[in-house]
């Protein structure tokens, strides 16, 4: 497999990216991070990729009148870096079909919630005040409708007695940490893919929830080690 790449848009503390950038340079991913992009100068996140050697960019929304221009920046930063795959990890700025569409089928986001609960903010406050039992975290394609493209993967874990919108945060993003390169690693070998019907895995259709996450299925070595550990004996 060809060596792909990758382009990371952030908005804040970018441990998803961090992750990603680690399985490219594990050799987990068969992909280069060709930059990392953000909205705010002082994303957490730019600094560990600069850190690494990454080439990254910001552009400042607050620079242009409307979403629409400032998508339009966007689109032309990204394809100078010629990107196979994009990948939102915490961009916190709602994009328009001037971004989406020339990128479309190859634009992925993840979700902190079992979508399709909870699209938009506080996804983890309001799972624990309707009582939910269990959280997680989606990854999906994107499109216009706000976190409400095809579902791609999606990983869950309960919600403890005492549980507060930190505490799940922690679990939730600890797996999430799993499930982006994994679905990364899905579009990079050409098994994941969408068309008008909606997103396809080896030809097969996602159901609308996405494909359930399973430890063994990790990039991650680390992960599938843990996954062996809780296996019954
Ligand atoms: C993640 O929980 C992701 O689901 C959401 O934003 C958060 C980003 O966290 N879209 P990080 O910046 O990757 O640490």
């Not at 992909?31 to 730019?46: M, Y």
């Not at 919108?165 to 690693?185: G, M, N, W």
Request: charged content about 20%.
């Amino acid at each position: 497999m060809s060596v792909s790449r990758i382009a990371i848009l952030i908005s804040g503390r970018g441990s998803n990216m961090g992750t990603l950038l680690q399985a490219c340079e594990r050799g987990e991913l068969p992909a280069q991070v060709c930059l990392v992009l953000s909205n705010r100068a002082d994303a957490e996140g730019l600094d560990n990729a600069r850190r690494a050697g990454i080439a990254t960019a910001c552009i400042a929304h607050g620079d242009y009148p409307d979403r629409e221009a400032f998508d339009a920046a966007l689109v032309r930063r990204l394809q100078q870096a010629q990107p196979d795959l994009v990948m939102l990890a915490g961009f916190m700025r709602i994009l328009t079909p001037v971004f989406i569409t020339p990128f479309a089928g190859r634009l992925l986001n993840i979700h902190p919630s079992l979508l399709p609960n909870y699209p938009g903010l506080h996804t983890h406050q309001r799972a624990l005040d309707a009582g939910d039992s269990e959280a997680g975290s989606t990854v999906h394609f994107v499109t216009p409708e706000l976190d409400g493209g095809p579902p791609v993967l999606q990983a869950r874990v309960p919600i403890l007695p005492g549980d507060t919108a930190d505490s799940l945060a922690r679990r939730v993003v600890a797996l999430e940490h799993e499930i982006y390169p994994l679905a990364a690693l899905w579009y990079l070998q050409g098994r994941l893919t969408l068309n008008q019907q909606g997103a396809f895995l080896d030809g097969q259709k996602i159901p609308p929830s996405g494909v359930p996450y399973r430890p063994q299925d990790a990039v991650r070595h680390d992960a599938a080690d843990r996954s062996n550990q809780q296996r019954p004996c």
